[in-house]
């Protein structure tokens, strides 16, 4: 607990630094009190620049003029090679000119004096917007700040534990901004340079040089993280291009696996590879701490085995052509230079897994199984981590080549994913997501953060904007302010910017009357700043169009995928790849289940679990059996009873396994229902099946309910009654049914599983007609 006179002190500190930052920053923002913007010079590219285009000589004066303004609304078309942009080689704010390449300082919405320093960056180009707006691209430098939080999501990227006074670091990040939020210029030195001006020793700066005067030694890559460089000048490190780097080549389609393997299964066949190479592992280690002790060597030692970094400088010091306003950065993304002794299939380990929120963990048990009952009982259970995934690798590599371009890109994007629940669809979200990150921590990819929001985890809508403001900054506050700080966050170009991937889980929980909850989260990912990909998940496939409106079924894009049930077929290989190496299950046996349960749903979990209660039920019969054979050779030691023969699942005990799950207590509630609870239950999920969602107000389904009885010739109860109906079928919990409410507006939804309601009622002709009736909507 933090005591009172500590919270004085903080705040009393927290003015002094405000105080002081005001003092060297006034309100005016700038080194002038003239705030006035102009350009320096005619355009940089006038000869392409349509809007200044000029008519033929030959025409007279007056018709020249006409041309003229007529030339200036005129759309420059593709592949013309004109231009309505004019870029500009500098700008002057008051009395002071600013030119390409210059250190300046930056104040926007994300500084908001909160930082001790202003934003360092350098300008890269500039040019005029059709509104008449000035804006620039910025490269931006790395302060303290940055580096310390850089360090916390990149464990592996060899950032110095603290930097020195004066001390900032290049990055290869760069932002579009509003040149009226430069403030002021500042200067930046090679090491050398500043030793010799400021001494050996940690420089001392005065109050007024604190922002004015930096030093660089090193530059912060994407993928790569920190590395040692020597500051040639703000000319040469505009011109910077990062080294690219030969990547392996792609695996083609005829050598893909049938089935995706999991990150589990990576994990542990890189533990098997290491245990069996303890000498090289040594010397990969000593080698590592080699790297890791002094950072100016590690730079040499990337260098060794061909010509090193400092020869090659001179290269990659080229000249880059102007960066249009509309387009992303290519250098911050391109890929980095292998070493020569390195083998171009085996990427090298630079960068940690990124800090993300905490995600639903694995129930994962820490008994190790004896017996094949025991693997099999493990493997089949529906949270085990599988060693592959198969029938989703299509699905898999389509999503994980659209996250992975987005994040290389530094772009927004929507993905909407939608199938019956029970296809895979988190799961393969989830192995998608591993597997990136696990090329983050390899060096292949940019990091980037994972946030996961589950619709049936939050207890309102706009509580969304709290976890993810959470998982951002590590603070938790209430939902309109992170509201009101994420708008500010996605709209307003900062230094430490990394993509950020939302699963939203469970979308149809997240519907409200007004849709601004997702209607925001569709929506950031269009701001150029947000670098916010957001995936989707719902069960229903139509549900934009059905439930949101046209401005949020919009954002969500061209990119959808949908999974489709799972076929008899598939669900038997989904079983099999879990039964590798164990006896326990007869083919026939497998393939009964999976028919069973494609034919109603085609839920993988509910297959799962069908062929997990048959081994429970042949392994408790072989303890019966061993425990009764062990007494027979008590009774009669020297009588010969012959080898026991080994117990499989086979049909019949898959057959009492699903009569079993069919008697379940849910179920058997459901079957001495009285007549109109079962109309009732199967007018809710009618509802459910056309809306898409999980929940239906009463007086919906009461309509439907009284629809019901009118076409089969059934007496219709009245509204009472139905509300009678409703409390009961709530009470025993078939129902959750909103509390504080008894109104007709009050939400229902199902406390049961859509499977058990059907296999209750599908014995019952009346009821089979009714449900064979029903909407064939996206949910079973």
Same mark, same amino acid.
């Given at each position: 607990?933090?005591?009172?006179?500590?919270?004085?002190?903080?705040?009393?500190?927290?003015?002094?630094?405000?105080?002081?930052?005001?003092?060297?920053?006034?309100?005016?923002?700038?080194?002038?009190?003239?705030?006035?913007?102009?350009? =320096?010079? $005619?355009?940089?590219?006038? #000869?392409?620049?349509?809007?200044?285009?000029?008519?033929?000589?030959? !025409? /007279?004066?007056? +018709?020249?003029?006409?041309?003229?303004?007529?030339?200036?609304?005129?759309?420059?078309?593709?592949?013309?090679?004109?231009?309505?942009?004019?870029?500009?080689?500098?700008?002057?704010?008051?009395?002071?000119?600013?030119?390409?390449?210059?250190?300046?300082?930056?104040?926007?919405?994300?500084?908001?004096?909160?930082?001790?320093?202003?934003?360092?960056?350098?300008?890269?180009? =500039?040019? $005029?917007?059709?509104?008449? #707006?000035?804006?620039?691209?910025?490269?931006?430098?790395?302060?303290? !700040? /940055?580096?310390? +939080?850089?360090?916390?999501?990149?464990?592996?990227?060899?950032?110095?534990?603290?930097?020195?006074?004066?001390?900032?670091?290049?990055?290869?990040?760069?932002?579009?901004?509003?040149?009226?939020?430069?403030?002021?210029?500042?200067?930046?030195?090679?090491?050398?340079?500043?030793?010799?001006?400021?001494?050996?020793?940690?420089?001392?700066?005065?109050?007024?040089?604190?922002?004015?005067?930096?030093?660089?030694?090193?530059?912060?890559?994407?993928?790569?993280?920190y590395s040692s460089i020597e500051w040639k000048g703000n000319e040469a490190m505009m011109n910077y291009i990062e080294p690219k780097e030969v990547r392996p080549p792609k695996v083609s389609a005829a050598t893909t696996p049938k089935a995706v393997t999991t990150t589990k299964a990576k994990e542990v066949a890189a533990t098997s590879t290491k245990s069996s190479s303890g000498a090289s592992k040594k010397k990969r280690a000593h080698d590592s701490s080699g790297e890791s002790s002094d950072s100016g060597s590690e730079h040499e030692q990337e260098a060794s085995g061909s010509e090193s970094d400092l020869e090659s400088e001179d290269t990659d010091f080229e000249t880059k052509g102007k960066k249009a306003p509309a387009k992303k950065k290519t250098a911050t993304v391109a890929p980095r230079k292998r070493k020569a002794n390195e083998k171009a299939s085996v990427p090298r380990k630079t960068k940690a897994i990124v800090t993300r929120a905490p995600t639903t963990q694995r129930a994962i048990s820490a008994v190790v199984p004896q017996t094949e009952f025991e693997h099999a009982r493990n493997r089949l259970h529906v949270k085990a981590v599988p060693d592959t995934l198969p029938c989703r690798e299509d699905e898999f590599m389509e999503i994980q080549e659209h996250l992975e371009s987005a994040i290389e890109e530094g772009t927004g994007s929507c993905i909407y994913i939608s199938g019956v629940p029970g296809t895979g669809k988190t799961a393969t979200v989830h192995e998608v997501i591993r597997s990136l990150q696990a090329k983050a921590e390899e060096g292949e990819i940019s990091p980037f953060q994972f946030v996961e929001i589950n619709g049936m985890k939050v207890t309102e809508p706009s509580y969304a904007y709290v976890l993810l403001w959470m998982a951002l900054t590590d603070q938790k506050v209430t939902a309109n302010h992170a509201l009101q700080l994420l708008e500010k966050q996605f709209s307003t170009p900062g230094p430490r910017r990394l993509p950020v991937v939302v699963l939203m889980d469970e979308l149809d929980l997240l519907v409200t009357a007004k849709q601004t909850v997702m209607y925001n989260f569709f929506e950031w990912p269009n701001w150029i700043h947000s670098r916010l990909i957001v995936v989707a998940v719902a069960n229903t496939m139509d549900l934009p169009e059905r439930m949101l409106s046209n401005k949020i079924s919009s954002r969500l894009g061209l990119t959808r995928i949908n999974f489709q049930p799972y076929t008899y077929q598939q669900l038997v290989t989904i079983v099999e790849s879990r039964l590798v190496g164990i006896r326990a299950f007869r083919k026939e046996a497998i393939e009964f289940a999976a028919r069973k349960v494609g034919a109603v749903s085609g839920d993988a979990r509910r297959a799962l679990d069908i062929c997990r209660r048959a081994v429970e039920i042949v392994e408790a019969a072989a303890l019966k059996k061993e425990e009764e054979r062990r007494r027979a050779v008590e009774l009669n030691p020297f009588e010969d009873y012959g080898p026991v023969d080994p117990d499989q699942v086979t049909i019949r005990t898959v057959d009492q396994a699903i009569k079993e799950m069919f008697a379940s207590p849910n179920v058997r509630l459901i079957q001495t229902a009285s007549l109109h609870q079962k109309l009732f239950l199967v007018a809710l999920v009618s509802r459910l099946r056309r809306r898409g969602l999980a929940e239906d107000e009463f007086s919906a389904i009461a309509r439907a309910h009284l629809q019901l009885c009118r076409l089969h010739n059934i007496k219709p109860p009245i509204l009472s009654d139905l509300s009678a109906i409703c409390a009961s079928l709530g009470a025993c919990r078939c129902l959750l049914v909103e509390a504080g409410k008894q109104d007709i507006h009050q939400r229902v939804r199902l406390s049961v599983s859509e499977e058990d309601v059907i296999m209750a009622l599908k014995p019952d002709p009346l009821f089979r007609r009714l449900l064979d009736a029903l909407p064939s909507g996206p949910t079973m």
């Open positions: 607990m933090v005591s009172t006179s500590q919270r004085i002190n903080k705040r009393l500190e927290n003015a002094r630094k405000k105080a002081a930052r005001d003092a060297l920053y006034p309100e005016s923002d700038s080194e002038s009190d003239d705030d006035t913007l102009e350009w =320096l010079g $005619e355009p940089l590219n006038k #000869d392409t620049f349509l809007k200044r285009a000029r008519s033929s000589a030959q !025409e /007279d004066e007056s +018709k020249k003029d006409e041309t003229q303004s007529s030339a200036s609304s005129r759309r420059a078309t593709r592949g013309s090679g004109l231009s309505n942009i004019p870029y500009y080689k500098g700008f002057r704010k008051g009395n002071v000119d600013y030119t390409l390449g210059d250190i300046v300082l930056l104040e926007n919405e994300q500084y908001s004096r909160k930082m001790d320093h202003p934003h360092v960056a350098q300008i890269l180009s =500039l040019w $005029e917007t059709e509104d008449g #707006d000035y804006e620039g691209q910025f490269r931006w430098f790395h302060q303290a !700040e /940055d580096i310390e +939080k850089l360090r916390r999501h990149q464990k592996k990227g060899n950032f110095p534990e603290r930097l020195e006074e004066g001390e900032i670091v290049y990055s290869l990040d760069d932002d579009q901004n509003d040149v009226s939020t430069v403030v002021g210029k500042c200067a930046v030195f090679s090491e050398a340079d500043w030793r010799k001006k400021f001494g050996t020793t940690e420089a001392v700066l005065k109050a007024e040089e604190q922002s004015r005067l930096w030093f660089c030694r090193g530059m912060v890559r994407r993928m790569t993280g």
